[in-house]
C-alpha cells in the first residue's frame, strides 16, 4: 500500500478533507432540489396543509435522511480503517426520487382526491414506506434470487413508464406553461447534463438553471408581471413556517392507512423489489470504484432508517444514490455525507424550507423533475438488449392507460361528473374507451413488469419461462394485484378481473404448448449473440 492511499499512522482516518467540500456543494445542491421538489408537491400538489407539511412529514424526513447519511458515514470510516485507506467515500443517500414521485402521484393523490382529504393521502403514503421499509429489509437475503428470475427489460420497462406517465408529464406541461422560465431553464440543464457543456468555475447546471428562474421570476414579480408566481406577500406569509419542530410519532396515522391496503400492495410489492435491484446495482458501482460495502447492510439499513422516518410521518422512502464514483472523483471522502445530512435536518427542523420555495419559482424545478423522468425512461433501453425494446414499449403501455385514467377521473370530477354517470356507451362513442383503460391500467406497475417479462422470454425463445409469468399474470389478476382498484377475490370468489384472469391462464398453457411441440427457429442475430441488433418477427 502506498502512503498516497495510507492512513497515517497512528491516527484513524481523517473526518474532512478539502475533497469534501466539492461532494458537499454538489450532493448537497442535489439534495435541496429534491427536497423542494418534495415539499411542492405536499403543498401545491397534495394540498397538505401547512401545518401538516412543516411541521410533521419534514421534522421526520429531516430525521430520517441525518441517520442515513450518518450511518453511511460511520460505514465509511470503519471500511477506511479495516483497509487503511484514505480514499474511501461514504456512500450517497436521501429520499428515493422515483419513489417520491410514485407515492405522491399514485398513491397519495388518488386517494386524497377520491376522499377530499389530503390528510388520508398523507396516511396511505405511510402505510406505502411501512411495507416498502419491510420489504427492504427482508430483502437483502433474497435479492439475488429476485434479481436472477427477473429480465432487467422488465423491471427498467415498467419503471420507464412510471418515469413518462407520472414524473415526465406534468413538469413538462408546467414547463410550457411559463415558457420563459421552464424552457430556457430546461435547455441550461439538457446541454450541460446531455451535451457536456460545463459552465465557469464548475457551477452545477441545476444551479444555473434555478438561479436564472429566480432572477426573470422575481424582475417579473417587480414589475407586476406573475410569471412563476412568486411574490412579497408570499414570501411574507412563508415566515409563518419558520420555527423548530421536532419530529413525533405518527404510528397512529399509519395504522389508520391500513384501511386503504389493497391499493398500496399493488405498487409497494413492486416497487420495494426495484429497490432491491437499484440498491444492489449502486452498491456494486461503489465495488467498481474501490469501496466494497455489504449489500445485506446497505438494504437493511435502508429499511431501518425509512421505517424510522415512517413511524415519525414521513411518507418518502431512503435509498442509496448512484453516483458514488462521482462524489469520490471530486474528492469527497467521509465526511460530505454526513455534513449534508446535519444542513438537511437544519432546514426540516427550523422551518427554513418553507422560505427557501417561496423564493424559488417551482417552475425552474421543474425541467429538473422532466430530466429525471428522462433519464429513468432511456435507462430501459441503454442498459438493455436491443432485441428487448419491444417488451419495454409493453411495459410502458400500462402505465399511459393509468395516466389517462387519472386525466379523465380529474377532469370529469371537475366537471360535476363521472364516468359511470356519463355512461361508458357514449364515451366510447367519442373515442374514450374508458372501461378497457381502466382495466389495462389496474395495477400498472405489476402489469408493466409482467407483460414485459412474458415478452422478453418470447424473444429470447424461452417460452417455458414466458408461460410461467404468465401464469403469474393469471394469479395476480384473479387477486386484483394487476388489472385491479384493490386487492381481493371478486364476486362469488371468481376474482376480482375474472375474464383477463382467465385468458392469462390460456396464453401460458399456449405459451407452454408451443415450448413442447411447435418448430422454433432462432434468428441469426440471436445465434450470433448480437444484443445491438432488433429482433424481427418470425415469418
Not at 436472477?148 to 406553461?177: C, D, H, N, Q, Y
Not at 448512484?322 to 427550523?350: D, N, S
Not at 367519442?430 to 408493466?448: D, H, N, P, Q, R
Request: proline residues 5%; glycine residues 12%; hydrophobic residues 55%.
Amino acid at each position: 500500500m502506498t502512503t498516497a492511499t495510507a492512513v497515517r499512522a497512528g491516527k484513524g482516518p481523517a473526518l474532512w478533507v478539502p475533497g469534501d467540500w466539492n461532494a458537499l456543494f454538489g450532493f448537497g445542491t442535489n439534495i435541496l432540489v429534491n427536497l423542494l421538489v418534495l415539499t411542492g408537491l405536499l403543498q401545491f400538489v397534495l394540498k397538505m396543509p401547512p401545518e401538516l407539511v412543516f411541521g410533521r412529514i419534514l421534522p421526520a424526513l429531516g430525521l430520517m435522511m441525518f441517520l442515513s447519511t450518518a450511518y453511511y458515514s460511520w460505514l465509511a470510516y470503519q471500511l477506511a480503517r479495516k483497509t487503511g485507506r484514505d480514499d474511501v467515500c461514504a456512500l450517497p443517500s436521501g429520499v428515493s426520487v422515483p419513489h417520491m414521485f410514485v407515492v405522491t402521484f399514485v398513491i397519495m393523490l388518488p386517494i386524497a382526491s377520491a376522499t377530499g382529504d389530503p390528510v388520508k393521502g398523507w396516511e396511505a403514503g405511510l402505510v406505502w414506506v411501512f411495507f416498502q421499509s419491510f420489504i427492504l429489509i427482508i430483502g437483502g437475503f433474497i435479492a439475488p434470487y429476485v434479481r436472477k428470475i427477473t429480465p432487467r427489460a422488465a423491471l427498467l420497462g415498467t419503471l420507464a413508464g412510471v418515469s413518462i406517465a407520472f414524473i415526465s408529464m406534468r413538469p413538462a406541461l408546467e414547463i410550457f406553461l411559463n415558457p420563459v422560465i421552464g424552457v430556457v431553464c430546461f435547455a441550461i440543464i439538457m446541454v450541460s447534463w446531455f451535451g457536456g457543456v460545463r459552465y465557469p468555475r464548475g457551477i452545477p447546471a441545476g444551479l444555473i438553471a434555478i438561479g436564472f428562474g429566480l432572477v426573470v421570476a422575481w424582475l417579473g414579480a417587480a414589475v407586476g408581471w406573475d410569471v412563476a408566481g412568486v411574490g412579497i406577500d408570499k414570501l411574507t406569509a412563508s415566515f409563518a413556517n419558520f420555527g423548530f419542530s421536532l419530529p413525533i410519532p405518527a404510528t397512529d396515522r399509519v395504522f389508520d392507512g391500513f384501511q386503504y391496503l389493497g391499493v398500496i400492495l399493488v405498487t409497494a410489492i413492486p416497487f420495494g423489489i426495484y429497490d432491491l435491484v437499484e440498491a444492489m446495482d449502486n452498491v456494486e458501482s461503489a465495488e467498481a470504484a474501490g469501496d466494497h460495502y455489504p449489500t445485506t447492510r446497505v438494504l437493511t439499513a435502508d429499511g431501518v432508517v425509512s421505517l424510522i422516518g415512517c413511524l415519525m410521518g414521513n411518507p418518502f422512502i431512503n435509498a442509496v444514490y448512484i453516483g458514488h464514483p462521482g462524489w469520490k472523483a471530486m474528492g469527497g471522502r467521509l465526511g460530505y455525507a454526513l455534513a449534508t445530512g446535519i444542513v438537511v435536518i437544519a432546514l426540516c427542523w427550523f422551518g427554513i424550507v418553507a422560505v427557501l420555495l417561496a423564493i424559488f419559482p417551482v417552475v425552474a424545478i421543474a425541467p429538473i423533475l422532466l430530466y429525471i423522468g428522462m433519464l429513468i425512461g432511456a435507462q430501459a433501453f441503454q442498459t438493455t438488449p436491443a432485441r428487448h425494446a419491444p417488451a419495454i414499449v409493453l411495459a410502458v403501455v400500462p402505465h399511459l392507460a393509468a395516466w389517462a385514467k387519472v386525466q379523465i377521473d380529474g377532469a370529469l370530477t371537475a366537471a360535476g361528473t363521472s364516468a359511470a354517470a356519463v355512461g361508458l356507451d357514449k364515451l366510447a362513442g367519442v373515442g374514450v374507451v374508458y372501461e378497457g383503460i381502466a382495466i389495462l391500467g389496474g395495477g400498472a406497475i405489476l402489469t408493466g413488469l409482467v407483460l414485459g417479462a412474458v415478452a422478453v422470454f418470447v424473444i429470447e425463445r424461452e417460452l417455458p419461462k414466458a408461460a410461467a409469468f404468465a401464469l403469474a399474470g393469471a394469479v395476480l389478476t384473479y387477486f386484483g394485484f394487476m388489472h385491479g382498484e384493490a386487492v381481493g377475490v371478486g364476486e362469488h370468489g371468481l376474482g376480482v378481473t375474472p375474464a383477463v384472469a382467465l385468458a392469462y391462464l390460456l396464453v401460458a398453457a399456449f405459451l407452454m404448448g408451443c415450448a413442447r411441440y411447435a418448430a422454433i427457429e432462432k434468428t441469426e442475430e440471436m445465434a450470433a449473440g448480437d444484443g445491438r441488433l432488433v429482433a424481427t418477427p418470425a415469418e
